[in-house]
């Protein structure tokens, strides 16, 4: 593993620190170089902790690292016989500090949760080398810096959870091809649009709320119709119109899409989601008349849709358990825009194909053309 670690003040530390261990620890204590390493990796951690007012990391002393407080030792997948630590959650523990290339050391970790703590800083790169790691949640601390790129390189992740951050700048779209399960980008500071080969990875949760998507919510969202539940991409920029075939999404259980910039009307197709029990949509500038075949959905719960443009709903939209309908131009309504405000909006047509949304067609084929003229041998 040292081989493969680019830092030489990092592979001579630890260089340092082997040799200290071997010479003053008992030979059974370091029989098991799995567990070294993650001593190794574990002390390197404590040493830049600058504040653990819940003592959560005071037992974390001696090579007994499967003892320390918020590590879980298991028998390792490629040898069971041999002990590893294969989790770390120290979820809650109002911790301060940074985090150490050393901990890419720990190349069995399957689980790192250390949500809701102050850590600061970047996520070293040599987390590449947790090529097992299965949920990755590093959400509400202090982290800065771009998007993680390490979690490319690591296609086992199911899980990743990195919201209530300080992160920015672009999104790879090659996050979109992994295998991801949950993707939690939410309250972070990115900028990046919604990349076409997002119908390419196996999402049941996608969060990305309180971002600037800017973008478009590209048609290939369908894709995952197999395997989304959840979608909420509340307060993100996003503009244009909304995909004519979201109704492919029969399995969403919860769409958010409020507080963005969507054009157009509701897609007739909605009414097939028919898992839907929450659908928000307020807070854009939606128009038109809201299809009934949305209110019908079975399971339809919760339906909000004020704050737009919308000038007609069948009544059984009414009749839903929660709705709320406010201002729209929705005439026999209370609590209606103005019939000013509405004529302004409605005198402007909504060009869908202005936002650049969907792929343009390519154009039509030339005419072939005319036949030769042949001379007639008839009088």
């Known amino acids: 593993m040292l081989s493969k670690m680019k830092n030489p003040s990092l592979t001579l530390s630890l260089g340092v620190i082997f040799s200290i261990i071997f010479l003053f620890k ?16 574990l002390q390197a951690w404590k040493h830049v902790i600058t504040s653990d007012p819940n003592n959560f990391t005071a037992n974390w002393c001696g090579l007994q690292v499967c003892n320390y407080t918020g590590v879980y030792c298991a028998p390792a997948l490629d040898d069971p016989h041999t002990i590893t630590v294969a989790g770390i959650d120290l979820n ?42 299965h949920e ?16 490319l390189y690591i296609n086992s992740l199911k899980y990743l959870d990195i919201r209530y951050n300080n992160f920015h700048g672009e999104v790879p779209s090659a996050l979109f091809n992994l295998k991801l399960d949950a993707l939690f980008l939410n309250n972070n500071r990115f900028q990046f649009s919604l990349p076409q080969n997002i119908g390419n990875s196996s999402l049941s949760v996608i969060v990305l709320a309180n971002n600037d998507l800017k973008g478009c919510i590209p048609s290939s969202l369908a894709n995952l119709k197999d395997t989304l539940n959840e979608v909420i991409l509340i307060n993100s920029g996003l503009k244009g119109c909304l995909p004519s075939n979201l109704g492919l999404l029969d399995k969403v259980r919860v769409f958010d899409i409020s507080q963005n910039k969507l054009v157009g009307a509701l897609p007739e197709s909605m009414g097939g989601m028919k898992n839907l029990e929450q ?34 709903e069948p009544p059984i939209c ?3 358990p929660e709705q709320d309908d406010r201002k729209n131009c929705i005439a026999y309504r209370p609590l209606q825009r103005s019939p000013q405000e509405c004529a302004t909006f409605y005198a402007h047509l909504v060009n869908c194909d202005a936002f650049g949304c ?15 003229h042949v001379a007639s041998h008839y009088p």
Request: proline share 14%.
């Open 358 to 372: 969907t792929p343009r067609s390519p154009p039509p084929p030339s005419p072939p053309p005319p036949p030769p």
């Open 92 to 133: 809650h523990a109002n911790i301060a500090g940074s985090m150490p290339e050393e901990l890419g050391l720990l190349t069995d970790l399957a689980i790192f949760h250390i949500n809701s703590n102050r850590f600061c800083g970047t996520i070293p790169y040599s987390f590449r080398y947790l090529r097992l790691l």
């Open 279 to 312: 659908l928000n949509v307020a807070h854009n500038k939606l128009s038109g008349e809201v299809p009934a075949s949305i209110c019908l959905l079975p399971k339809l719960e919760n339906f909000t849709h004020s704050y737009n443009y919308f000038c007609g």
């Open 318 to 320: 009414i009749k839903l």
């Open 136 to 151: 990755l949640d590093i959400s509400n601390n202090q982290f800065s810096g771009q998007f993680p790129s390490f979690v």
């Open 26 to 41: 008992p030979s059974h204590q370091v029989s098991n170089p799995r567990l070294l390493q993650a001593y190794t990796a």
